[in-house]
């Protein structure tokens, strides 16, 4: 399996529901930023709503940060409304809810399951540059943290804003970082 870490996000054209309204979206839109592409199966199914409720909650603090996110489901955006008028937990979304029912953008991230039409869990961290710093793919049972993804996206700010510095495991900011030399081979 090849990865997507430091590749750039390839070209897609779709329209989203954002804030009562259609918009268009495109690879340029996630350029300049940095941005979340949140991928999950379906819309009114049941993982799916636990975990965008969850990112829902922290989007205010991802917004802080300077990251804006972007939920992808094969769903059209009429469904996106559909749902987001339906259900309380979807109502809480801020973020774009991008439709893609035909699949670009889900076989852009490598992320499609071509028998069923829908996308695995993807979640997908870009620099403003538009390339891939963090992917992470899960099973469809499997629900994802937004709390966990704040943490990967404030090591990856930091690791992109202080040259020769990495953060070990469990990283929070305040907290020391590493930086990689020969003085540190076998003593960590």
């Not at 340029?28 to 941005?35: N, P, Q, T, V, Y």
């Amino acid at each position: 399996m090849s990865t997507l870490i430091n590749t750039a996000i390839k070209p897609f054209k779709a329209t989203a529901y954002h804030n009562g309204e259609f918009i268009p979206v495109s690879d340029a839109d996630l350029k300049g930023k940095w941005s979340v592409v949140f991928f999950y199966p379906a819309d009114f199914t049941f993982v799916c709503p636990t975990e965008l409720g969850d990112l829902a909650d922290y989007y205010d603090q991802l917004q802080e940060m300077g990251v804006e996110v972007y939920s992808v489901s094969t769903d059209t955006h009429f469904t996106h409304k559909a749902w987001h008028d339906a259900s309380e937990t979807i109502k809480k979304i801020k973020f774009p809810m991008i439709g893609d029912p035909t699949g670009v953008i889900s076989r852009n991230f490598e992320v499609m399951i071509e028998e069923d039409g829908l996308a695995l869990r993807g979640t997908f961290v870009m620099d403003p540059e538009g390339s891939i710093k963090v992917c992470e793919v899960h099973d469809l049972g499997i629900g994802r943290s937004a709390k966990e993804l704040v943490r990967k996206i404030q090591a990856a700010q930091y690791v992109a804003s202080h040259d020769g510095e990495v953060c070990p495991a469990s990283w929070q900011p305040g907290e020391e970082t590493l930086s990689p030399s020969l003085d540190l081979v076998g003593k960590i």
